[in-house]
């Protein structure tokens, strides 16, 4: 198993760029979510995926906007990049989605808007 | 929704002493506390997790402990190694199984 993986692992980004950041696991969880983590303020929730064909925004949402393309991947879009957004973005996810499960973090994509 | 405050942002502790890390929470429907652990460059990691119907866990030289009255949950590392240094987060679960973290305890275990 894999577990939870995210691809690029480091990108550059231009103001005004989009670009969308991938994430994918292989244990058959049902909930997935995204975070940022800055210096500082801890992880910080933008999106999450309760189960398939379900999303809703956390703490942090504006500026993205996410899919979940089915079970295993849930990808995170940012449509016009700002140099706020230069941070690290972890995906999570869990398992059958009772109180308490352990959320499985991804190795993080750090993003950097120039 | 649910705020969780975490104290202290640096530790550093003798090797062989104790860490002792405290977080408080808001939202007293919180149920479920867990402990991540972030060494530099990689992702969070669980260590240790309690549920609001224990008071205490134990797991080798790392305890948590949970008073529900008082709405604060502690980490306690023993006998600290020079690997324990990293960066600790605690985090509480609101309503739609979402943590909500502190913001992080840096701690530094001196050799």
């Known amino acids: 198993n894999a577990g939870v993986t995210q691809t690029p692992k480091f990108q550059v980004l231009k103001t005004g760029q989009s670009m969308t950041l991938q994430c994918a696991q292989d244990?058959?969880?049902?909930?997935m979510y995204w975070y940022r983590q800055d210096p500082g303020m801890g992880l910080r929730l933008i999106y999450y995926?309760?189960?398939?064909?379900?999303?809703d925004k956390g703490e942090v949402p504006n500026g993205y906007n996410v899919s979940r393309l089915n079970k295993r991947e849930f990808s995170l879009r940012l449509e016009s990049a700002a140099p706020s957004q230069t941070s690290v973005y972890f995906c999570?996810?869990?398992?059958?989605?009772?109180?308490?499960?352990?959320?499985?973090f991804g190795p993080g994509t750090r993003l950097l808007v120039l | 929704g649910e705020n969780v405050e975490q104290h202290p942002s640096t530790l550093s502790v003798q090797e062989g002493d104790s860490a002792v890390i405290k977080c408080t929470y808001s939202?007293?429907?919180?149920?479920?506390f867990p402990w991540y652990k972030q060494e530099l460059g990689k992702r969070p990691q669980l260590i240790i997790d309690i549920r609001s119907n224990v008071g205490e866990k134990k797991d080798q030289r790392i305890a948590v402990t949970l008073n529900k009255t008082a709405k604060h949950f502690s980490l306690h590392i023993t006998e600290t190694q020079p690997e324990d240094s990293a960066v600790y987060f605690c985090?509480?679960?609101?309503?739609?199984?979402?943590?909500?973290f502190g913001a992080g305890t840096i701690l530094r275990v001196k050799s």
């Open positions: 939202d007293s429907a919180s149920n479920y």
């Open positions: 985090a509480g679960m609101e309503y739609g199984n979402k943590l909500v």
């Open positions: 999570a996810s869990t398992g059958q989605g009772g109180t308490g499960e352990t959320q499985y």
């Open positions: 244990m058959n969880h049902n909930s």
């Open positions: 995926s309760a189960s398939e064909g379900t999303t």
